[in-house]
């Protein structure tokens, strides 16, 4: 016996990977609709080797199916992901809006699964991209030895904007060679052959919201105690968010203990040997699901410190993969209840 899935944005970047990733795991789905604005209606998407056409979110009913990907950004989650709870499914929501909502779960199933208890409006939050790839490195380290202060400047790649920032990203480097327009429009700086020292909107310290995301959701999903520094950083990749990170244990911690750590933990792949075969980049991690971990080292200046470097694929673990995850997690705790029996698939 299958679900009733519905996936909202599924013309986005994550909408897409949502449907393919759903396959890609094999997730029980006995019907699969997928959702978006009414003028994406009628508009193509694949589904394994079938083609959905859209369907328009004010018409559907919700109530006909059991959960929701929602990833049609914050304006959309903010408007319809309790409404659509209050119908029957669970929302698995991608957006900022419900994470620090203290009757929601955030989940990262590598991290916290026992959260799934705290669904109190049948919403689940999906972390920020970047904080999803940062705590499933950071957690089996702080299981072995507390961590107490982490320092992390992210480079982040342009599909965490979206199509709109692939294309102008694309757009802008071949204006650079005469093709076209490099004004920017998405990003507040050019992006092509250039890097930009802000994500997101400023805040009154200082910080933007997208390095704030990453303290509080750390704190919601693993440990309040655990100080926080961030910088981020767009950069001219397409796919594929990596930090360098920097980790202050309470006790000595060699490389090779975190490295033996890191081997065995969920979701984590260490690629670490000191040549260039030996460590990730952004470009090797794109369409892979894991969080790679590279060049771990010792912090010299620091009694009890680590310094290491995390990669992985922005859109599948820092979106829909962990969306479709936390699914799966809710299928195996007995959280998703089908109401529906057996069903063929509409298309
Ligand atoms: C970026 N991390 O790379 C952002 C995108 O809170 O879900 C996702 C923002 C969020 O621009």
Same mark, same amino acid.
């Not at 970047?130 to 992210?154: E, G, M, W, Y």
């Not at 992006?191 to 997208?210: L, M, Q, R």
């Given at each position: ?87 029957? %499914?669970?929302?698995?929501?991608? /957006? ?6 203290? #009757?929601? $779960?955030?989940? =990262?199933? +590598? ?124 950069? %001219?990749?397409?796919?594929?968010? /990596? ?6 244990? #309470?006790? $000595?911690?060699? =490389?090779? +203990? ?90």
């Amino acid at each position: 016996m299958g679900y009733r899935v519905a996936v909202v944005g599924a013309t986005g970047n994550v909408g897409r990977e949502m449907m393919t990733i759903l396959e890609e795991l094999n997730f029980p789905v006995d019907e699969i609709h997928a959702i978006a604005s009414r003028k994406s209606k009628g508009v193509e998407v694949s589904f394994g080797d079938r083609t959905l056409k859209c369907q328009d979110l004010e018409q559907f009913d919700f109530s006909t199916v059991d959960v929701v990907l929602m990833s049609a950004g914050g304006t959309v989650s903010k408007e319809w992901s309790e409404k659509i709870g209050k119908a029957g %499914p669970i929302v698995i929501d991608n /957006s900022s809006v419900f994470r620090m909502d203290k #009757d929601v $779960p955030l989940i =990262v199933p +590598e991290v916290n699964p026992d959260a799934v208890k705290d669904i109190r409006k049948n919403i689940v939050a999906n972390p920020n991209c970047s904080t999803a790839q940062l705590v499933v490195a950071l957690k089996p380290l702080h299981d072995a030895a507390k961590i107490k202060r982490v320092v992390v400047s992210t480079y982040q790649s342009v599909s965490g904007a979206g199509k709109e920032g692939m294309d102008e990203l694309w757009n802008q480097t071949k204006a650079i060679y005469g093709l076209g327009d490099a004004k920017p429009k998405k990003f507040p700086k050019q992006i092509a052959f250039n890097v930009i020292p802000f994500i997101g909107a400023f805040n009154e310290d200082g910080y933007t919201d997208e390095e704030a995301k990453m303290w509080n959701e750390v704190h919601k999903m693993m440990d309040p105690e655990i100080k926080l520094t961030v910088t981020c950083v767009r950069v %001219p990749v397409f796919v594929g968010h /990596s930090e360098a990170v920097t980790v202050e244990f #309470d006790r $000595p911690i060699s =490389v090779d +203990e975190a490295r033996a750590i890191l081997r065995e933990a969920p979701g984590v792949l260490v690629v670490d040997k000191h040549e260039h075969d030996g460590y990730i980049t952004p470009v090797d991690a794109a369409g892979e699901h894991a969080v790679y971990v590279s060049r771990i080292r010792k912090d010299h200046t620091v009694e009890n410190g680590l310094s290491f470097w995390v990669v992985s694929d922005n859109l599948r673990k820092g979106a829909a993969l962990n969306a479709v995850q936390i699914a799966q997690l809710l299928d195996e705790t007995g959280t998703l209840k089908s109401s529906s029996g057996f069903r063929s698939i509409t298309v």
